[in-house]
């Protein structure tokens, strides 16, 4: 009887562990769905973004082309020396785009205008180029360009006047005329410190005459 009695008090023993871990289990499943369900990462509806990388392309600046004509002046010596009669070289030079590649435009003619700073009668002068579409101005210089800045236009006609240049503006050639002062000339002297005497005559001796033997 006894023995009967214990095998149906461990049979409800086992049946109540069994209960208790199932309800275990559920209770642990409901646990990590709700802490699923209160995830706080969004949820992007927004496609994925895609970067391609292309090596093959070329972002280097192109090279600009040249205009069919153009023109430019000069002065290789900006700060020229001035003094009665000097001059200052001004340069300019006209040529034509030729697939690519400047060609002088030979027989043009260019002009030469000065507006000197002191407000003087304008000084114009009038030069053909050469084969290489280049042409030398002798520009005399004025005391009124001294310290003062000096610009100068070139106007360019082509040999058969259907082409024009200017080169005015910011493109003009430009110079600045700096006064040179005298170098003093100094006496030479001897080393000690006396001026050299002065030589006014060198004495002759009688050259000796022989009779020649008979």
Known sequence: MRLQTGKR?????GLLL???SIFCLLLVSVLVVACGANNGTPVSDSPQVQLTINLNQNFASPTPT???YSCGAWVTE?????????????????????????????GATARATIDWPSGAP???SNATAGSDGLVVFQVPLQESAV???TLIEVTFTSSDGAHTCDVGGNARAFFTAVEVSPTPTATPTNPGGLPFPTVTGIPTFPVPTRTPKP
């Open 18 to 20: 069994k209960c208790a």
């Open 147 to 149: 310290n003062r800045v």
């Open 9 to 13: 008090v461990r049979r409800r023993v």
């Open 66 to 68: 040249l205009a069919p």
């Open 78 to 106: 900006s700060t020229p020396s001035y003094y009665p009669g000097s001059v200052v070289m001004v340069y300019a030079k006209y040529v034509q785009n030729v697939d690519g590649n400047p060609k002088g435009m030979q």
């Open 122 to 124: 304008t000084y114009t």
